[in-house]
């Protein structure tokens, strides 16, 4: 299967376009000590079908895929990284719990939060949905919520995943959490 039709700027987002989200832990949430959120902006374009964006993430080897918005209370994932394709509507996005930055996403975007990154919707147009995953291995992804007491899992937050859930082996992804800034 070729995905060419939904990778904008000709298969690859340049590193420098990616938005790198770095909070510290606040208000119950650990977020992640090492790693950023990543935002790609526009990563995605043409018509966007869930059956297309999880197909993708099946070859890049993201699983437990999953079509439907994002919970308007602040959570995360204690034992597994994320990854939510816009593919309709928009929204803002607090990311890194209640002290975190505030992020505007629209259909073709792409948001990657590593283990233990605090998200939330703030507020969304009608039918604003994303295709979500995770690497493969981590399929216990882990939920909890501030005060639940849960703490990061330090072997889940240092895994960083083998392939970039949109451009496979040689993504962004690699680069970025390999070396953070």
Known sequence: MTFSRILQNGGRIETADV????VNANNGIPNNPDLPALIYPQALGGELVSGDIIALYAVNHWD???VYGIFDFHHYH??????????????????????????????????????????RLVEATRGFTVVGAYPEGQEDIGFARPGDG?????????????????????????????SPR
Do not use: M, N
């Open 19 to 22: 938005v790198q989200v770095k």
């Open 64 to 66: 437990k895929a999953w």
């Open 78 to 119: 204690y034992a597994a990284h994320e990854v939510l394709a816009v593919i309709a509507g928009q929204a803002t996005l607090q990311l890194g719990g209640q002290d975190g930055p505030c992020h505007e996403v629209r259909e073709g975007d792409v948001v990657i939060l590593p283990a233990g990154f605090g998200h």
């Open 150 to 178: 849960v703490r990061l899992s330090s072997r889940e937050a240092a895994r960083v995943p083998a392939s970039d859930p949109i451009y496979g082996a040689d993504g962004p992804l690699g680069a970025l959490w390999h």
